[in-house]
T-cell receptor, first 114, second 113 residues
Framework: SQQGEEDPQALSIQEGENATMNCSYKTSINNLQWYRQNSGRGLVHLILIRSNEREKHSGRLRVTLDTSKKSSSLLITASRAADTASYFCATDDGGTGANSKLTFGKGITLSVRP | NAGVTQTPKFQVLKTGQSMTLQCAQDMNHEYMSWYRQDPGMGLRLIHYSVGAGITDQGEVPNGYNVSRSTTEDFPLRLLSAAPSQTSVYFC????????????FGSGTRLTVV
């Protein structure tokens, strides 16, 4: 079963606005990752935040993690039409053993209007 | 170019046929996995491997087999294709601790008729 659940399922904004996407999860994690998928393409890794981190930045991306609420948010500032894509959060249960794995949510569809 | 290579990109199968989806990576990643992506379902893990000779089942393993004889290759075999296996399949790899995130292939779009 899926661990992460993104919210909202779809988001439409104007170019230049900020986009905020949320992810909630159920069990303890080692880290949480966000990915982007352009239509018809594979997923691209955007950013990873570890369970002992609260906030991380990468260019126009800002991700936060609240382990007490089991939630994360991804903020894209000053959005561009090229940011139009699906965004997925993925939770990693950690470790290097045979049972460790990355579990994806169902994704958020972001549309940025020019 | 370094990365994850999946072949074929598109495939149509008849019900009952078998086939192998190929996945190869040249980044010396220990960890490899197969996901299927269906509309409204996100990505679901089929099988994964933490190294050569080691594989394990994910969330939806039925109807699929894998093996990992080398670090580079992780083929996915459909034993007897069913229409329910119509999907887009993605292979992904990473270092064993997955700390740098996954590198995904471009996918195989499979239709079973």
């Amino acid at each position: 079963s899926q661990q992460g659940e993104e919210d909202p399922q779809a988001l439409s904004i104007q170019e230049g606005e900020n986009a905020t996407m949320n992810c909630s999860y159920k069990t303890s994690i080692n880290n949480l990752q966000w990915y982007r998928q352009n239509s018809g393409r594979g997923l691209v890794h955007l950013i990873l935040i570890r369970s002992n981190e609260r906030e991380k930045h990468s260019g126009r991306l800002r991700v936060t993690l609240d382990t007490s609420k089991k939630s994360s948010s991804l903020l894209i500032t000053a959005s561009r039409a090229a940011d139009t894509a699906s965004y997925f959060c993925a939770t990693d249960d950690g470790g290097t053993g045979a049972n460790s794995k990355l579990t994806f949510g169902k994704g958020i569809t972001l549309s940025v209007r020019p | 170019n370094a990365g994850v290579t999946q072949t074929p990109k598109f495939q149509v199968l008849k019900t009952g046929q078998s086939m192998t989806l190929q996945c190869a990576q040249d980044m010396n990643h220990e960890y490899m996995s197969w996901y299927r992506q269906d509309p409204g379902m996100g990505l679901r893990l089929i099988h994964y491997s933490v190294g050569a000779g080691i594989t394990d089942q994910g969330e939806v393993p039925n109807g699929y087999n894998v093996s990992r004889s080398t670090t580079e290759d992780f083929p996915l075999r459909l034993l007897s294709a069913a229409p329910s296996q119509t999907s887009v399949y993605f292979c992904a790899s990473s270092y064993r601790d997955r700390a740098g995130g996954y590198t995904f292939g471009s996918g195989t779009r499979l239709t079973v008729v």
